[in-house]
């Protein structure tokens, strides 16, 4: 028996000399390092506190550097090139919060939304039904980060290496590159049956992560369908966050799709009034700390290079920028290139006279303009 463990060691071992070059590292000592960070929570993971805009609070454990390159370079090389979304999952890159929203307007997944196309089977929701999976990242455990790795590479101990990088204490971790592509891989068949399920264009159903919608064209979403949803979601294993579930209709408030609100007469979304004075108090905090930054530190460097200082400088002050980036970001996806300047730049209102810096001024022309440079998704911490 020790003798097949002893080969076994082995074999992993010898995987693991080569696996840097499938994962697409330069060497095998990034390898080495990343796994010796994974295998020692307390130096891989630093766990912080973050806020939910809902009220709250949500746990964020974030890598070590050295441990989330190797981790966005498995998301990159392997977990991206096997994955095909669903038709009603908008958890990825090229969709969003927005295409979910839009998709309860008759928008397909992958189309641009523009009122005036004709082509476009435009509907007008009355009623919708919420649910939340509990703990959905938390719930994808070991052994099923190991059979998606397995399904990908066809090789129980490259399954294992990778699983050892992608798991914190179990499951998957909130913060790692990996873990929202590994949580939609892991939700396939679920998704795969309520699509099936849910292929009626009068009752469509969106994931977004964790956050599932159905909207209706009557006054209720028919208790048959949510009782399918609810026997569908435990029939894969996920539980439902009872306090979450929620149905109303237009006649109550808005519909509103994981945060984004409907308007289908005008075949448009929009964030809400609450949603929008929070980001408005966001942004004047932003403004703020920016500028204390701008006498603190600037006027000791002598460096008016924003990008410069936040690669080296305090996390508060890249949070704050990252807050800016994040809202301005957000409201170009809600609003559209033209629209989006001017209400961005409109929460700043009254407070945009004293600006102590040529530089921040060029990120509030930035704004205005709608000239926002790639740059700044690098530091958008939200």
């Not at 990088?165 to 971790?173: C, D, K, N």
């Not at 102590?356 to 303009?369: E, H, M, P």
Request: hydrophobic fraction near 40%; charged fraction near 30%.
């Amino acid at each position: 028996m020790k003798e097949f463990e002893n080969i076994g060691s082995i074999l992993k071992a010898i995987v693991q000399k080569s696996m840097y070059n499938v994962i697409g590292l330069s060497n095998a000592i990034d390898l080495e390092r990343a796994l010796e960070l994974a295998r020692d929570p307390k130096t891989g993971y630093r766990r912080f506190i973050m806020e939910k805009k809902s009220g709250g609070k949500r746990p964020i454990d974030a890598p070590h550097d050295d441990l989330k390159f190797v981790q966005r370079m498995i998301y990159k090389k392997i977990l991206l090139k096997d994955f095909t979304p669903s038709k009603i999952c908008h958890s990825t890159l090229e969709r969003s919060i927005v295409s979910n929203a839009y998709a309860h307007l008759g928008v397909p997944a992958d189309v641009v939304p523009n009122p005036s196309y004709i082509t476009i089977p435009w509907r007008e929701p009355q009623s919708i039904h919420l649910i939340d999976l509990q703990g959905a990242f938390p719930s994808i455990k070991t052994g099923r980060i190991k059979e998606i790795y397995q399904d990908i590479l066809h090789d129980e101990n490259a399954a294992e290496i990778l699983t050892e990088l992608s798991q914190l204490r179990g499951s998957l971790p909130q913060g790692a590159p990996t873990s929202p592509l590994l949580f939609n891989l892991a939700c396939r068949e679920l998704d795969r049956d309520l699509e099936e399920e849910f292929a009626d264009p009068r009752l469509p159903l969106t994931r977004y992560v964790d956050d599932i919608s159905v909207t209706s064209l009557d006054s209720r979403v028919p208790q048959k369908k949510q009782k399918m949803l609810r026997m569908i979601v435990e029939k894969h294993g996920f539980k439902i966050k009872e306090e979450k579930v929620a149905n109303w209709d237009v006649r109550d408030k808005p519909l509103n799709v994981t945060g984004i609100a409907l308007n289908p007469a005008k075949r448009a979304i929009f964030l809400p009034y609450k949603t929008r004075e929070i980001f408005r108090l966001l942004m004047f905090k932003s403004y703020k700390t920016l500028c204390e930054a701008n006498s603190e530190w600037f006027e000791q460097e002598r460096d008016i290079s924003l990008m410069k200082f936040i690669t080296q400088g305090r996390r508060r002050y890249k949070r704050a920028f990252g807050t800016i980036c994040g809202v301005a970001s957000l409201a170009f996806m809600v609003y559209g290139k033209d629209e989006a300047p001017k209400r961005t730049f409109s929460w700043f209102e009254g407070y945009d006279g004293d600006v102590s810096s040529a530089t921040f001024q060029a990120i509030l022309d930035d704004i205005r303009n709608g000239d926002l440079v790639g740059e700044i998704w690098g530091y958008n911490q939200f």
